[in-house]
């Protein structure tokens, strides 16, 4: 099993509509969570991060955690073309060293 | 705000020549260190990692090395590159697990 699973995509989602992005785990100990956009060719960037149950909003952002379902999620509202772009969820657990573990990515394309 | 300068961004290198990657941080102090690596249409696959000076965790048996000379310098070697280890090598930093890491801008290794 994967230690952080997501969906590879693509994912194709019209302008201005609602982009849904998932994420699960398995270290049921996991404290940190984290989302990153990815362009193509280019590093990752920090888009989100949440530690608790519930839902953390940031302008256009919500990222959601459930940690008994051990699920993690991003919305997207008001998608636009520039939102096109991998996005990498991504954990750290409770061992020493932060190690962040990624997953795959979904790639995402937001359509005109 | 940290700060990674990764150098140089596109390396073609041939098969059985050596490699010497480096990476230095700004804006803060005794960071952990890692270096990733992103093979074409895939995820972050972590490399090295490092807490502290002369202090180097390998993740996964490989024809690579790590070193970290100062507290702010990391850097990535090969004797020898495989074709295998063609990909983006990205550098990251954090402060701590509730920060996530900021990435490098990556060096973009094709080995031929």
């Known amino acids: 099993q994967k230690e952080v699973e997501q969906n590879s995509g693509p994912l194709s989602v019209p302008e201005g509509a609602i982009a849904s992005l998932n994420c699960t785990y398995s270290?049921?100990?996991?404290?940190?969570f984290f989302w990153y956009r990815q362009y193509s060719g280019k590093s990752p960037e920090l888009i989100m991060s949440?530690?608790?149950?519930g839902d953390k909003e940031d302008g256009r952002f919500t990222a959601q955690l459930n940690k008994a379902s051990q699920y993690v999620s991003l919305l997207i509202r008001d998608s636009q073309p520039s939102d096109s772009a991998t996005y990498l969820c991504?954990?750290?657990?409770?061992?020493?060293?932060?190690?962040?573990?990624f997953g795959q990515g979904t790639r995402l394309t937001i359509n005109p | 705000s940290q700060t990674i300068h990764q150098w140089p961004a596109t390396l073609v290198q041939p098969v059985g020549s050596p490699l010497s990657l480096e990476c230095t941080v700004e804006?803060?102090?005794?960071?952990?260190l890692y270096w990733y690596r992103q093979a074409a249409g895939r995820g972050l696959q972590l490399l090295f990692y490092?807490?502290?000076?002369?202090?180097i965790s390998s993740e996964v048996p490989q024809n690579l090395s790590a070193s970290r000379p100062q507290d702010r310098q990391f850097i990535l070697s090969s004797k020898k590159l495989l074709l295998s280890d063609s990909g983006f090598y990205l550098c990251?930093?954090?402060?701590?697990?509730?920060?996530?890491?900021?990435f490098g801008s990556g060096t973009r290794l094709t080995v031929v």
């Open positions: 990251a930093s954090s402060r701590d697990r509730l920060y996530g890491y900021t």
């Open positions: 490092s807490v502290g000076i002369g202090q």
């Open positions: 804006g803060t102090s005794n960071p952990n």
């Open positions: 949440i530690y608790s149950n």
């Open positions: 991504a954990v750290i657990g409770i061992q020493g060293a932060q190690k962040l573990v």
């Open positions: 270290d049921r100990g996991s404290q940190s």
